[in-house]
Every structure is written in C-alpha cells, then in structure tokens.
C-alpha cells in the first residue's frame, strides 16, 4: 500500500532562495524527511522520540 504523505519544508531552511533544505512528512508512528532539491532520491524515517534526538544532535553541532 502507498501512502500519500503531506511534506513541509523545515522552518530551518537556508539559503537565499530557499535551495538548501530538507522536507518532513509526518507519518503518525514515524518522521519522515528528505532533500527538498531530490525528492524522488528516497527518504530517511525515524521513531518520533529518535527525530527529536537527531534533531538536537543536529542544532548542537551547529552551534560549536
């Protein structure tokens, strides 16, 4: 069965025309997120509670 997911762009997107980004797709049980340049390249999907912590493993090593 597939699935008809409703992609966002991140808040986080950058860039002056917007080109360095990724989207996110919730899928009740799983995130799923991909590069907004190459949508067809596939996807990656995490457990909420693992996007959460990717997500402030990401802002972290950003901040340094």
């Known amino acids: ?8 762009k991140s808040t986080y997107s950058s860039g002056a025309e ?3 980004c ?6 009740r049980t799983r995130i799923a997120i991909r ?3 190459d949508p067809a390249h596939g996807s990656l999907t ?3 509670r693992a996007f959460t912590t ?3 493993v990401l802002k972290a090593d950003s901040a340094r």
């Open 46 to 48: 995490f457990p909420p």
């Open 35 to 37: 590069d907004s340049k």
């Open 1 to 8: 069965m597939t699935q008809s997911l409703n992609w966002r």
């Open 18 to 20: 917007g080109n360095t």
């Open 54 to 56: 990717f997500i402030e």
């Open 22 to 27: 990724v989207e996110i797709a919730d899928q």
